[in-house]
């Protein structure tokens, strides 16, 4: 926003008329220092201005580390008196709940909604044989995979991608207070003491706080709630949340009951988890999350106990797609679909075939089921359900057999992600364009076989 020479003319209206947008594609971290630099560029001239410009500036955006640097530096707080109430009100916003920061009507915690911002395929935790705290991301752009950690995620270090420790994380002494913020270089204006902080790095997602596997996954408001699953010693009924604007983890509301290998789907502002296995028996009940009370609540449950059971959201509806029934002992073709209007579970056609562990996901109005098992036989068999119709339709075989694999859809395609062959954990993803009906291995593959992870397509805001 800030590298040319151009930027630094603007006048202090131009500037204000910029930073105010709420189409920048760009962190709350770098509009902050864009003006910082405007104004070191001229300072005896702008100095007047620096408290509007500052004003536009959403400090309730910027990362905690920042703000408590910012507000540990004398000389910038000497500099600038005025700053301290902005910091103030952003270090407050900080310490609210998720569920208070959505009440807050502040412009300067207002998110910026910009377009056009590439899309990326996060992949989240999994099964590398155990319950792994790495996140992946796919750049649909370039075709390429970025770890966070790297393999090391499994033992819960942090590491490059060559698995050694990763010494980036230092960073050098200016103004502000050292932090565990991402590398940057800092320079100072002497006469203004107005920091100016270009990043160094390229900043890739945060692991998870804890491992976890065997979850579910929902993208609602921009965040991406991770949802139940198993650490590797028990099966959990907690939340967390991903802030991709603040690259931050932070808990949220736990479920009614303890879920893992569940079904989770969101409609409507709303976040449905369904069945699962809580350690002991396998689930028939379901619950709904809504965001704007931040509260759980049981809705009507199943026809029949579904662990290992894919989830959809279609035509207004959840759906509820195979699974395991520990009570029968048997793998399942039947689908139901609940009607939160009438808060009401009704059956569907069956699947072609018996699936657990399908990869569900929906696409053009039409729900697909990919992969599963029944019995120790892996599918590599798809299939897809027209509510038109009410029936299910086989489509190409996937390259390999997978259960227990991620399903996502972009740009009028799916993919399909890791699993499970039967015998290894499958680092490898498919992509299925309808138009040709025709799944192709993608080249690149994740760092890290891994199954039962979380996935999700969201703005690449870093």
Known sequence: MEQDDEFLTLTAEQLGQLIASDRLAVTE???????????????ANRQEAARSLCGRVRFSL?????????????????????????LIEALSYHLLSWDEKLRVTSERAKPRTPVGLPKVLMVIGGQAPKAIRSVEYFDFRTGLWRSSSGPDAISGSTANSNGTP????STSVGVLPPSSSPPARRTTSPSSCLPVIVSSTHPSFTDLPSRRCRCGVAVCTGLVYVIGGFNGALRVRSVEIYDPLSNTWHSGPNMECRRATLGVASLNGSIYAVGGFN????????????????????????SCRRSSVGAGALDGKIYAVGGYDGVARRCLSS??????????????????????????????????????????????TAEVYSPETGTWQRIADLNVPRRNAGLVAHDGCLYVVGGEDGDTNLASVEKYDPSTNTWVLLSSQMHIGRSYAGVAVIERTL
Request: with cysteine; charged share 20%.
């Open 62 to 86: 910027l990362p905690r580390d920042y703000l408590v640097r910012l507000s540990q530096s004398d000389a910038f707080l000497s500099a600038n008196p005025w700053c301290k109430d902005y």
């Open 279 to 302: 350690g002991s028996a396998g689930l028939n009940t379901a619950e709904v999350f809504d965001l704007w009370s931040g509260t759980w609540r049981l809705i009507a449950p199943m």
């Open 335 to 380: 689908v139901e679909c609940y009607d939160p209007v009438t808060n009401t579970w009704s059956p569907v056609a069956d699947l072609s075939c018996r699936r657990s562990g399908p990869a569900v996901c929906e696409l053009n109005n039409r729900l697909y089921a990919v992969g599963g098992h029944d019995g120790p036989a892996v599918r590599n």
């Open 29 to 43: 971290d770098q509009v902050f220092e864009a003006v910082l630099r405007w104004i070191a560029h001229d300072v």
């Open 166 to 169: 990763d010494s980036s994380s």
